[in-house]
């Protein structure tokens, strides 16, 4: 069997993150990781590999992004994952979640026999939440989103899947896209072992013309949305201190009715 899994390097959610003048997020100026999504992403292909009879399943990983993305790249191959494919052209700078989902559906088809891609729910820095199912519109695959649990026995693979709807038990045939969220588990700490052997695993690193993407349908300029406006977070402000003097439960319900919390 063989999985590809979607990650991707995003600014650590600890450091201060900033836009730039084009509404683009400024990688710059914050530390970045691998997107804790990510990260149960590949916990959840690493699982599946280790439950497949054989031992032939191959876990390759896929990120789109700017050299600096190699390092997170790394990390998931230190993790357990087989190989790597890195989408990295300029041209790719300032994409909107449809051009994303669509230069990584074309990006995955130059991966030889894919049964099954994972991928986490959403990252941390945008929440779009959508690319997954977006990814699998593009394939003409099914999506089965929001798992908690993946199974595969033979050609098809099931999920729990949990929802603030509840929790639904969804199979597909294969190949298939499945997106993890928190409760698929913890994901594992990579090794000295497993660091050292990844510097030896094969990193395919692929431009837009490589991949067969038209420059023209990606990056800002061609971006479907845009953003208009954005400020800063106001800074916390001081909380409103209530003395009881007799009358302290009425000024705390006074206080929460003018907030419209009751």
Known sequence: MNIVVLVKQVPDSNSERKLRADGTLDRDAADVVLDESSQQAVEAALRLKEAQAGGDAVVTVLTMGPDQATDSIRKALAMGADAAVHLSDEAIAGSDAVQTARALATAIGTVEGVDLVVAGNEASDGRVGAVPAMVAEVLGLPALTHAREVTVEGSTVTVT???????????????????????????????????MAAKKKPVSTLSVADAGIDASEVGLAAALTTVTSAQAKPPRSAGEKVTDEGDGGQKIAAYLVSQKLI
Do not use: C, M, N
Request: no cysteine; net charge neutral.
């Open 161 to 195: 899947r949990q929802t603030d709807d509840g929790v639904t038990t969804l199979t597909a045939q294969l190949p298939a896209v499945v997106s993890v969220g928190e409760k698929i588990g913890e994901p594992r700490y990579p090794s000295f072992k497993g660091i």
